[in-house]
């Protein structure tokens, strides 16, 4: 997990990675919390449609009721994070839903990238696909 640990504490970029099968989520969370980070798990293994897997963001993330089921909701609420030094997200189930709506899939993941790379956000995001 040194490159999860490198990601987390040097300069490299926060993204969207995928978690290496060698690796656990488990030891991803271990990592993050130890180096201060706040962990949020989304499992949309059983998400048939793009609205279930915003609800299960939506849940994992603790968004407000007034999350909207769509990209903009999304990432307005992202932009909100303010967790310090940064919020690691871990993507539970990602591949059932990118082989079920791969243009959706693609359309979550260029919000996820777009905010990770926000040099004005607040602090740092980091998706792992799991």
Partial sequence: MTGLATLLTGPAPA????????SSADT??????AAGWRVVDADTSAAADRRAVFAALKTAFGFPDWFGHNLDALADSL??????????LVWSGSTTFARSAPDQFRAILAVLRDRANDAGAPTRLLTLLA
């Fill in 79 to 88: 932009g909100d994070l303010d967790a310090e030094p940064g919020t690691l």
């Fill in 15 to 22: 993204g969207v990675y995928r978690l290496p099968a060698a």
């Fill in 28 to 33: 991803a969370r271990r990592v993050a919390e």
